[in-house]
């Protein structure tokens, strides 16, 4: 079973980035430049980075980590963006496809990782770890790259309103700022919250 589970993971971690750059090049010359909006830096993107990562690495507590980042993380990120499917559609109906398939497939890795998964921390601390320094990368880029066009990765561009369904209610009582911090800390609440769960089905053996 692992053998299988490992053979799909690699399939995925080939995937991701593949039909990434498809889907940039398509969009490049869809728009006649590059739009910085659809830089792939977004939790929905970290698989292509940390897929990867996560099959190169020995088994260890970084692995652990990032494994459990992908299967929490990955999973919140890949159930919520079908709250409000806005986000999935394109002029071009390839990339609409490309979209719903893509966050599927997240949901897929997600669940195969969970099969895999020992849950030897009792919290998420690692894996959060790691969605920090990506809120803080993504910081860095919405920060540097504004002035060259829309850029909201991770959603937390201080240049951009928040318009997460929810989210952007609350941003009308609390500003635009506080929101940021508002929506880092739900993501990590609502994150360990699926660990706990998800450790409490493999211990009944679920």
Not at 2 to 22: C, D, G, Q, T, Y
Not at 36 to 43: H, I
Not at 44 to 70: H, Q, R, T, W
């Amino acid at each position: 079973m692992k053998r299988k589970i490992n053979a799909i993971l690699i399939m995925l971690a080939i995937f991701f980035p593949v039909s990434e750059i498809w889907k940039q090049v398509v969009l490049y010359r869809f728009n006649g430049y590059y739009d910085f909006w659809y830089f792939p830096f977004q939790l929905c993107s970290m698989p292509i980075y940390l897929l990867p990562a996560y099959l190169l690495l020995k088994d260890g507590k970084l692995k652990e980590d990032v494994g459990n980042f992908l299967m929490c993380y990955g999973l919140l990120g890949g159930i919520a963006v079908f709250l409000d499917t806005s986000g999935l559609h394109y002029q071009i109906s390839a990339l609409t496809v490309h979209s719903y398939l893509w966050h599927v497939l997240m949901i897929t890795m997600s669940l195969l990782l969970y099969r895999l998964n020992k849950f030897k921390g009792r919290h998420l601390y690692g894996a959060t770890a790691i969605y920090i320094i990506c809120c803080m990368i993504a910081t860095i880029l919405n920060c540097t790259l504004y002035k060259y066009g829309s850029i909201n990765m991770f959603y937390i561009s201080p240049h951009q309103k928040m318009y997460q369904i929810v989210f952007k209610d609350i941003a009308k009582l609390t500003g635009e700022t506080a929101i940021i911090f508002i929506y880092i800390i739900s993501t990590i609440l609502a994150a360990e919250a699926i660990y706990q769960l998800l450790k409490r089905l493999k211990s009944e053996g679920k």
